[in-house]
């Protein structure tokens, strides 16, 4: 038997609504963000299942979880897949945990058709990709890459002021696993994630599998107005420094300048925070996040340059500044990987398509370190980020059928 | 001895530094809001010096607390001068302190000179008037006067979902006074609030005193967007419902529409809330309060359509709506209660002026009730609502003079 025979939709699926009960919400979705109880609880789950298969499971200093099935040649370097299974505040079942239980699946199928493989293949859930509590997100990944260093990231603090450090020491308490020493990061053979779209291109195009060819650039910004707290009945306007007033035409002037013609610059204002808070006071403080993304980096080099005129020009009379958190670069990915997730696919007779991806995944740094790729499948109506979120138990299968395939045979490279 | 003159500045301004430890901040304003621990320990400090005087301390249902100063005829209607002890979240030591103050000091001034009034003379601290925490504000005096009623407050949550009866009834166990049985409400002979002036014009005209004619009126309103979480990396701007995107094009438009030539309308978004609140999704809901005021009913009617046709016309591609939750109609003072501020002033020989007052207070629910006015003292630059807050010993004393002798009159008549 083949290791993609060996894939059990009703194991995968299983596998998904098990995991969505940790931090499931009313609505059908997960709030399951990185290193808080539920996030806990989900990598105990994950562990619990590698040990009955008798995998061994690892984590490292930033908490990147591993479950490792054995190859031939213990010293090669792994080939490995996975995601992540942090989730957005209002999150959906599938993104990233997807391509967890895809990677886990993948070794069950291996293990279950008895095919040895020369290079170990590893099913790793990278630490906190959706970076909704800690910033910067795909964190574990970066961090594995040397993209990030993780003496800085264990400082990071939540908008709650919990420090990274401690909260990923209490989630290593609650969910222990033996610890790898040293910084985070070892050679691999190879990588590949598979990932719901997370767009509506797959399921408008009736295909199957999505062949990704890379990942667009992303930075994020935080804008912040400094006014001076009035009172609401009695300050001529004349007189006010309204925070909040100056945010909006910043807000309003850079919404309008990020429309570009072919609706490929994606700008969101996704967090915006306004102190005192108090219904009659004028507000003193405004801040607002900026995740801006476009394949071409030129492109965002330019917006980046309008956005900064934007504040420097709108914010009078009160004072206002930007700075750049983060910094992705566009990822292209190895021209063989994806020549051979399309080959895997026309073999199973799966439709695919060629594709960039719109959001960013932990595949964009492990690509750094060897040959990487990815595989899409669709989601309903392209719905991510959101509790409706949801996709079918035959795509879901059919990824897998694919990823273990293209696992196999870079495992035996 | 007059009672003015046995008004004693030192005391009066120790008051005050001791009233703002209770919550105070570490950039010398005060965060004491409505029902938390910090107003506990206001009501009970002003209770304990109430106490040390022989002064009858007395509460009701919806926690206004009163001291009594008994007068020759115990069952005349009762004059009353107060304020509140609640804070902004980053207020200052004075608004409402000094109106609550600066009644204690009429009544020891009263007592210190010797001085029999025919009505018993009552200092009261009306509960929740900045309505910060819990809306609407004004309220235990608004409830006093009839004009809300109490079950509905009682029910009232904050931000929090607190319930304002139990964090009512964890204040007064912690800060335990006599209950009046009933309803809140008994019949006043005539009120008369200290209240720094919360704006500019005392302070720049060099003059002691403001003779406070009337209280401009106010609309409260709630404005909600409704659009839907998705991908901040994947979504096309065409297929987006971005509710803060939305909230930003009725903001920008309601700032331009209430730019109004004279500069008398205030207009102020003072708390804004974005759910879910994640730098990368693109927000589902986006809410925002507006406390807007000016003198005229017919401009505050005017406006209010306009802010309903913005709401209607700028939403789209996303739901919104907009909800008054408060309307305080314009207020005039009751003309004997100016002219006796206005002749009591002259008599002391302090600087005054005939001035409305751009803040609501507690004195405008009160003045359906009985004969009421106010009397304004200078705060520095005019800046209230605001750590910065400040005023001077002299002015505060001075305010209280006034007050003291306003008190004693009507107390005979």
Known sequence: MSGAKA??????????????????????????QALSREDSQARKLLASWAEARGFAVFTDAIGNLFVRREGQDADAPPVASGSHMDSQPTGGRFDGMYGVL?????????????????????????????????????????????HYKLDDMLLVEDWNGVVLKDALAETLRAAPAPMR????????????????????????ERTTI??????????????????????????????????????TRIAA?????????????????????VQPGSPNTVPGKASFTIDMRHPSNDVLEAHEKTLRDIVASRAAPCQAKIDRVTAV???????????LVR????????????MP????HDAMHIARLCPAGMIFVPCERGVSHNEAENATPADLAAGARVLVAVLEELANR
Chains 1, 2 share one sequence.
């Open 210 to 247: 999505g062949v990704v060819t890379g990942i667009q650039g992303s930075r994020r910004f935080i804008v912040q107005a400094m006014g001076e707290e009035a009172h609401a009945g009695t300050t001529p306007r004349a007189n006010r420094k309204d925070a909040f007033a100056a945010a």
């Open 253 to 273: 002037a850079m919404y309008e300048a990020t429309a570009d013609a072919d609706d490929t610059l994606r700008f969101t204002i996704g967090r915006v925070d």
């Open 329 to 339: 670069a566009p990822t292209d990915f190895d021209p063989k990987v994806i020549d």
């Open 181 to 204: 020493d040293g910084d985070p990061g070892f050679a691999l053979g190879g990588y590949v994630e598979a990932h719901i779209e997370q767009g509506p291109r797959l399921e408008s």
């Open 343 to 354: 080959a895997k696919a026309d073999a199973l007779a799966l439709s695919n398509m060629d």
């Open 102 to 146: 895809a990677a886990f699946e993948a070794l069950e199928a291996l293990e279950d058709a008895g095919i040895k493989t020369r290079r170990p293949v590893i099913a790793v859930a990278w630490t906190n990709e959706e970076g909704s509590r800690f910033q910067p997100g795909a964190m574990g990944s970066a961090v594995f890459a040397g």
């Open 357 to 360: 991806s719109g959001a960013g």
């Open 7 to 32: 894939v059990r939709e009703d194991r995968l699926w299983q596998r998904h609504a098990d995991m969505a009960k940790l931090g499931g919400t009313p609505k059908g979705g997960v709030n399951r």
